[in-house]
């Protein structure tokens, strides 16, 4: 009985001590769906970079078409890579990977999953 | 009544003072004056801050100060210590695309931030700055970034031209982010705002959404800078880790 009664404000103390970090430390990576507006631009965001790319390839590939008189062919061909860069896009914007080109891993990704969350 | 103002025309740039060199237009417009105006604001706020400097700061050396240590503590997140000698441009920056912003939201302001051209030329410069930090630190290695690790030689054929291609996307949606979030903001502001005058008494209401949204594009001006910074920050990661 004595020991239990020493023991407990140690152990309301430590309770209360993972409270307070639990409420301090951020989600590490909510569900885009949580709230409509982030959601929201959250879409926004994943629409953007997948239609930039297919836009910019296009264009590239109109350019080269001007350029080297090889008329459909740039076009067709640059925006099926431009398709192909837009999702590759999307598919790291969505796990988190950054914006990083490439497939290697980031050790860091929970400084990017923040600010995926914090865009309006 | 018809609706006198186009919600659209706020962003018309007007030549203020025309200057013509050699069949170049380079006229002073009012894009021109709010750029002279964030870059005075934003001088102004470091340098006056910087003036006294006590143990305890007052309130506009603690708005230097925070500011300062927001995008330190960015660049030491985000790129790491070797990121800190680019410090001076990336604070540049934030500054300079916060201030824009901001100040567009003033009465009879002018968003610059909210034209394609000024954040296109912004994201180049970061493009090529980045690009640029990357060839002198690595070399030819550095296109050794676009060659993604551990992949079979058939798929490089197809991978590479992906990767490069997403990396010449990068300033378009770095551009497009911060103009469309700014042209959207004060457009919706201007069709509230043209409501209030159609509807006479009625009019409190569009008026009311409008002093809302105006706290929504404050919030929307921070964080559109901030986001440019940061993601400024993640390519000069990339440069200098190469991953």
Redo the contacts between chains.
Sequence with gaps: MDEHEKSDPLRELGERLDKARRAQQRPERAAPSEDTSSALAYGLRVGLELVVAIVVAVLIGWALDKWLGTRPWGMIGFFFLGVAAGMVNVYRTVRGLGMAVGYRRDRKTGTEANWDEDED | MALELHPLEQFKTAKLIPIHIGGIDASFTNASLFMCLAVVVASALVILGARRRDLVPGRWQSIAEVSYEFIAKMID??VGHEGRQYFPFLFTLFMFVLFGNLLGLTPYGYVFTGQIIVTFALAVVVFIGVTLIGIIRHGFRFLS?????G?PFVLLI?LV???V??????P??LS??LF??MMAGHTMLAIFGGFVAVLGIAGILPLSVDVLLIF?EL??AV??A??FT??SC??LR?AIHL?
């Design positions: 997140d985000n970034f676009f060659v993604p690790h992949v197809i031209p992906i990767e291609l997403s990396y010449f996307i990068r378009f949606t497009i982010r469309a979030n929504l919030l929307v964080l559109q901030y986001v940061i993601l993640l390519y990339d991953h």
